[in-house]
């Protein structure tokens, strides 16, 4: 095929907060996570709460390796927690977030962003994790991210976000959970610079938290009442399809979206000075 007519590649972008694959039945089953992953064939996939050698919550196990090997796929972590063992053989307890990627990851780097402490509620460090993803011979920037619940820092990290997007050279979609509506302000402040693509899909009520679930023991039943996980990307980027995937395997509901890259090829020596991946 004439390299004119070469059409733009259509990746399948996915958002999910796995929660360290603690399950709503209250089990941690990293391989159940591992089957909605797969079975969503995306390609590109954007998870939250993910622990590597952090705790017995998860066995201590380094679940990005894990998930890495078992579906096959490169990864980069960006470790916003990272503490030093009491156990001075073991590696560092370390929770973040993860980007796998079918493609190859061509440079990574994980941002902190500024905590605004309160003396109460959860004063966790948060972070974003910037990738350049080569898709078939296209570059395009991937961001990950986990903010926080407080709103006055919520307004600090979105700002930080876009100053840290807005050096991008390639392509740029942002994924994550935001754990904000998609009527907060800040949430809207993103809007006016990236795409939302349940939006442009007229998907507003995908809802993605809680997952829906029913306790038997309890009584108790669980149905998605919010949207906080989203996928955003620039608005030249075509979105042709979004979904969210019912299932239990963690609180929040995986969201999954289809687009099409814009055929834009960047010489190596952009991103050579960068080139380097952490996984």
Request: glycine share 6%; aromatic share 8%.
């Amino acid at each position: 095929m004439n390299g004119k007519n070469k059409k733009s590649p259509i990746v399948k972008v996915m958002s999910f907060n796995i929660a360290h694959g603690l399950g709503m039945d209250g089990i941690v089953d990293l391989e159940k996570t591992a089957q909605v992953i797969e079975d969503s064939c995306a390609t590109i996939i954007a998870l939250q709460e993910v622990d590597r050698h952090f705790s017995a919550r998860s066995s201590f196990v380094d679940q990005v390796g894990w998930l890495s090997e078992r579906l096959g796929m490169y990864a980069a972590y960006g470790a916003n927690m990272d503490v030093a063992p009491l156990d001075s053989e073991r590696p560092n307890q370390q929770y973040g977030n993860v980007i796998l990627s079918k493609y190859p990851i061509k440079y990574s780097e994980n941002h902190l962003l500024t905590q605004v402490y309160c003396p109460f509620g959860n004063n966790e460090q948060r972070g974003i994790l910037e990738t350049v993803i080569e898709v078939d011979g296209n570059y395009v920037s991937v961001f990950n991210t986990h903010l926080a619940l407080k709103d006055e820092e919520l307004e600090v990290s979105v700002d930080e976000i876009l100053a840290i997007t807005e050096k991008s050279h390639f392509p740029r979609i942002i994924a994550g959970d935001f754990n904000a509506p998609a009527s907060n302000v800040h949430v809207q402040k993103l809007t006016r610079h990236f795409r939302d693509a349940f939006l442009k899909m007229k998907r507003g009520d995908a809802y993605t938290y809680p997952a829906p679930y029913a306790n038997k023991e309890t009584g108790e039943i669980f149905r998605p009442a919010t949207r906080i996980d989203y996928i955003f990307a620039d608005h030249y980027l075509d979105v042709v399809q979004a979904a969210v995937i019912e299932t239990a395997v963690s609180d929040h509901l995986p969201i999954a979206v289809d687009m099409i890259l814009s055929n834009v090829k960047v010489s190596d020596q952009v991103y050579a000075r960068k080139a380097r991946v952490t996984v």
